[in-house]
C-alpha cells in the first residue's frame, strides 16, 4: 500500500476527524476496518477500561474478558436474528480450519455424501479439504465459465440424504455472489462460508444448519472465526476428531474450551457494535452496500466496454467489484495512478487478473466516490 | 481485575512514563506485556509506518506486512540462536491445537509409539489429543505426589525407536519446570511444549526436534503459536491429515498457507524485538527471571511456613511461583488486600488452589519487590 496522503472522511457518525495519512483501502481481506473502531482500541490499548491492563494482558476467565465475549456473542446474534436454536463460537484458524472440520464433524463416519457447489477459489479449497473426511459429490462446478455466476435453483438436485450441502455465499477473488441462499432439501443441512460477505445484509439464518466466516473481510481482524451451528447438529461428530475442530468442545464451553482470541474478539465486538450503533443495522447497511456497489459496476457499464466486469450482472458481489481493462499495461497504470489518489490496494488476485475494489462495510462512501471518479477520468484519458 | 490505581514503572528503557492506571498484573495468562510495546502498538493503531492504515487492515500478502512477519521470525531464529535446519512458523489454536497437530504429523501411521512425560495439566491434555491419533505410552506421570515435580534424567527410559518423546518445559498452573531438556535418545525427536517459558532463558534447539508456544505468556498476544521444527520431520505427515494441522503447509507457504494472524504477529515481533534491543536478550533475562523469582521463593522459605510452595524447590519455575496459605480464608484475605496494592491475578488454579504469581518476563522489578514486600508485611500481621 503506497498511496499518499491526504484527509479522508468515515461514514461513522462517531469518529473525529480522520488521521491525514489514511488512505481508501480496497483491500479484499484483512481490509479497512471503522476508523472509530480503531481509535476506540487505541485509547484503551494500555488500560482496558477497569482493568488496570490491556484487554490484551488480562486473562480469558476475568470476568471483564467474558463479558466482552458475551457481548460480542449478544451483538452479532441481535444484529443477524438469531435464536437460541444455534449456538454462536468464535474459533480460531480461519475460514481453512473450517474446510476441514465442518467434514469432520458432519462427515466422518457419517455413512453420506456432502454435497459441495463449487463457484470459485475458496469453494475449490473447501472440497479438497472435505474429501480427506469422506464422500463428496461436487453439485455444481462453475469452473468452465472460470467463475464468473452462481447456479440458478433449477440447476441443484441435492439428494434428501446428503450429510449435508455446502456452498461460499460470496467468492471474494471472483466477485460472484448468491443472491439468495441455493435451494436445499429440509432434510439436509445447509453450510455456508459466509466469509466474505458475513454481516453484510440480513440473512435468513433458520434455512443454515451451519454459517461460518473468518472476520478479516468484513467484521473484524485476522484470527477469529465466528460459526453459527444449529445446536442439533452439534451431537454428530466422532469424540475421536481433534479436539480443536471439534465444534462441540468449543459451544460447551462458551469459546473457551481454550484460550480464545482475546483481542480479536474484542475488536469484532466493537466492529459489530458499530455496525448497530452507528451504521444502524443489517438492513440498513445492505441499503448502503447496495448504493456503492451500484455505483462502480454503473462505471462498468457505461465505459462502452473499457472496464468488463469479471462476474456475470445477475451474481455481482456487493462486496468485491471484479473487472478487466483492455491491457496489462493499462492495468498497472490504472493501479500506479489510483495509489497517487490515495485509492490503495486495488490489483486483482492473479487468477482472475485486472481489477479488484473490495467494499466492505466500513468502506466509506467517500471512497466509493473517489473511485467512481478516478476510474471514469482514467477511462476518457486512456480509452 | 480490580487493583486501584497509581504510577507504576516498567524494566523498558524506552518506555515514558506509565499509564497512571495500570495494575502489577499477574495473570497466568494472557499476561502483562511491556508497557513500551504498547505504547507503540497504541501509536500506529491507525497508520501502520508507511500504509495509510492498521497494520490490521493491510493484507498479510502486502510487502510491508510480509516484513513484519520475516522480522518477528529472524528476531526468533537470533534470540534462540536458531539454524536453518529448523522452520520457525506462525500457527492458530493455541497448544491446545498443536496437542493434536504433533500426533497427527510425527505419530499418525508410523507405526510406532509416542512417549508423553506427564508433569501436570498442560501434558495430560497433550496425552488424551495424541492417543486419538496413534498409541500412546505414559513415560512418567507425576499425577501421585499431585505434579509437585519433574522427573531426573533416572526416572525415564525412552525406548531408541519411539515416534517421539513429547513434555511440557513448564507447567503453568503447577509451577513446575524443567531444569534442563530431559534425556532422549539420539534417534528419537524430542518434542516440547514450551508455551509458558518460551524466551525465558536460552535454549540448546538443537536438542529438539518441534518446539512450540502459545504467545499469550511470554511472548505476546493470545490467537498466535511459534512452531520451532527441524525440516526433515517436516516430510513425515501423511498428506491427508486436516490440512491446517499438517505443519507443511505452513512451512511451505512461509506461515502464509492462509491468512495469518496479523496482528497477533505484529505485536509478538515487537515483543522479541523488546527482549532484544531493550533487555539484551536471553542470556540477561534468565539472569533477571532467576533474580525476580527466587526473591519470591525467598519469602516462601523463610515465612515459617506461612506459604508453602507448590513446586519440589530443585524444580520450581522461574514463571509461575506458586504457594498455598494456612486456609482458604487467608487466601481470600490476601487476593482482596494484594487488589489494594494494585498487584492483581493472583488466584492460583483451582486444581492447585492457593496463589499463582506469574513473573514472565515482562513483569518489572518492582512489580516483584511490591509482591514480596506484601506478602512480608502479610504474613507478619496474619501468623
Redesign the interface.
Known amino acids: 500500500?503506497?498511496?499518499?496522503?491526504q484527509g479522508v472522511q468515515t461514514t461513522s457518525a462517531k469518529s473525529s476527524a480522520s488521521?491525514p495519512?489514511?488512505?481508501f483501502?480496497f483491500?479484499?481481506?484483512?481490509?479497512?476496518?471503522p476508523?472509530s473502531v480503531?481509535?476506540e482500541?487505541?485509547d484503551e490499548?494500555?488500560?482496558y477500561p477497569?482493568?488496570?491492563?490491556?484487554i490484551?494482558?488480562?486473562?480469558?476467565r476475568?470476568k471483564?474478558f467474558v463479558d466482552v465475549l458475551h457481548d460480542a456473542e449478544s451483538t452479532i446474534r441481535e444484529l443477524l436474528k438469531i435464536s437460541d436454536d444455534y449456538s454462536v463460537m468464535f474459533m480460531?484458524?480461519?475460514?481453512?480450519?473450517q474446510?476441514?472440520?465442518i467434514p469432520?464433524n458432519l462427515l466422518r463416519g457419517s455413512g453420506k455424501r456432502a454435497q459441495y457447489i463449487q463457484t470459485g477459489s475458496w469453494g475449490k479449497k473447501a472440497v479438497?479439504?472435505a474429501k480427506?473426511?469422506g464422500d463428496v459429490d461436487l453439485l455444481y462446478d462453475a469452473a468452465e465459465s472460470n467463475y464468473d455466476h452462481v447456479p440458478s435453483a433449477s440447476d441443484l438436485a441435492c439428494p434428501d440424504d446428503a450429510a449435508y450441502m455446502y456452498y461460499c455465499s460470496n467468492e471474494t477473488i471472483q466477485g460472484v455472489q448468491f443472491q439468495s441462499e441455493p435451494n436445499c432439501p429440509d432434510s439436509v443441512p445447509l453450510v455456508s462460508d459466509a466469509s466474505s460477505d458475513f454481516l453484510c445484509r440480513p440473512l435468513p439464518i433458520e434455512k443454515y444448519g451451519l454459517l461460518y466466516a473468518?472476520a478479516?473481510k468484513n467484521a473484524g481482524?485476522?484470527?477469529?472465526s465466528v460459526v453459527i451451528m444449529r445446536k442439533d447438529l452439534l451431537e454428530k461428530a466422532d469424540p475421536?476428531?481433534?479436539?480443536?475442530?471439534h465444534f462441540k468442545n468449543h459451544h460447551d464451553n462458551d469459546s473457551e474450551?481454550?484460550?480464545?482470541?482475546?483481542?480479536?474478539i474484542y475488536?469484532l465486538g466493537k466492529v459489530a457494535r458499530w455496525l448497530r450503533d452507528d451504521m444502524g443495522g443489517l438492513e440498513k447497511m445492505e441499503s448502503i452496500n447496495r448504493e456503492k456497489s451500484q455505483q462502480l459496476y454503473s462505471v462498468i457499464d457505461s465505459s462502452n466496454g473499457f472496464y468488463r466486469g469479471h462476474a456475470q450482472t445477475d451474481c455481482r458481489s456487493l462486496m468485491n467489484v471484479t473487472f478487466n481493462l483492455p491491457s496489462d499495461d493499462l492495468t498497472a497504470k490504472f493501479i500506479s495512478e489510483a495509489g497517487e489518489h490515495?485509492l490503495?490496494?486495488l490489483k486483482g488476485h492473479r487468477s482472475v487478473g485486472g481489477i479488484r475494489a473490495s467494499i466492505y462495510n466500513a468502506m466509506p462512501r467517500e471512497g466509493v466516490n473517489a473511485l467512481a471518479s478516478f476510474m471514469n477520468d482514467f477511462a476518457s484519458k486512456n480509452s
Chains 1, 2 share one sequence.
Open positions: 500500500m503506497t498511496a499518499s496522503a488521521h495519512e489514511r488512505v483501502n483491500s479484499a481481506g484483512p481490509a479497512t476496518m476508523e480503531l481509535r482500541v487505541q490499548m494500555l488500560c477497569g482493568a488496570g491492563a490491556s490484551m494482558e488480562i486473562s480469558h476475568d471483564l480460531q484458524g480461519g475460514a481453512t480450519l474446510f476441514s472440520a469432520a479438497k479439504e480427506k473426511e473468518c478479516q481482524p485476522a484470527g477469529v475421536n476428531i481433534p479436539g480443536y475442530l474450551w481454550n484460550t480464545p482470541p482475546t483481542f480479536a475488536v490515495k490503495a490496494a
